[in-house]
């Protein structure tokens, strides 16, 4: 092989080691951005799965409309015999005026997002939205900074309960509360 020979190889060889680098450092960004997304997703994930096992037990204790007025009935019968019933039997209102209560292992509880916002939306004779109701709630317990999403799904699932009714105007989602039967 000759010197010119020798030196276009060269040449070709450091073209494609620069190419190859260049490639490589490429799809090294490509799969960090992509990591740092799964690690978002990852972290979204455990937060879900957190609140479902947090929650886990509350779909069973609540009562599905029919039982309510059902139980509405047994309660009047009950308070008229003389006792105090609350409205579901079995079950204690958590408390919502900034009160706690304790847990089993002496850890204190925070109130249900669901109370709160029953609480807040029983404050207004007219309708609300979800951001009207998430900034009241801000700023009424600094402490709680749901998203914007997880208010929508608190307030959606006190919809499917029969606590709380939904309706559009125009093109904004209003919420109101349900009237309490009253005895």
Do not use: F, W
């Amino acid at each position: 092989m000759t010197s010119q020979s020798t030196a276009t190889v060269r040449s070709r060889l450091v073209e494609q080691a620069a190419s190859d680098l260049e490639e490589n450092r490429r799809q090294q960004r490509e799969l960090t951005e992509r990591m740092a997304v799964l690690q978002q997703e990852e972290a979204l994930l455990t937060d879900i799965l957190n609140l479902a096992q947090r929650y886990e037990g509350i779909a069973d204790r609540s009562p599905l409309p029919e039982q309510l007025r059902d139980e509405s009935v047994t309660a009047k019968t009950q308070r008229t015999s003389g006792g105090t019933a609350s409205r579901r039997s079995g079950r204690t209102a958590a408390p919502v005026s900034g009160r706690t209560k304790t847990g089993a292992k002496g850890k204190k509880q925070r109130p249900l997002l669901s109370d709160l916002l029953l609480e807040l939306l029983g404050r207004h004779d007219d309708a609300c939205t979800a951001a009207d109701l998430r900034d009241e709630l801000l700023e009424a317990h600094p402490d709680r900074n749901p998203t914007p999403q997880v208010v929508r799904n608190t307030l959606e699932s006190l919809v499917a309960k029969g606590r709380i009714r939904r309706h559009k105007e125009q093109r904004s989602v209003m919420y109101t509360a349900v009237p309490e039967a009253k005895s």
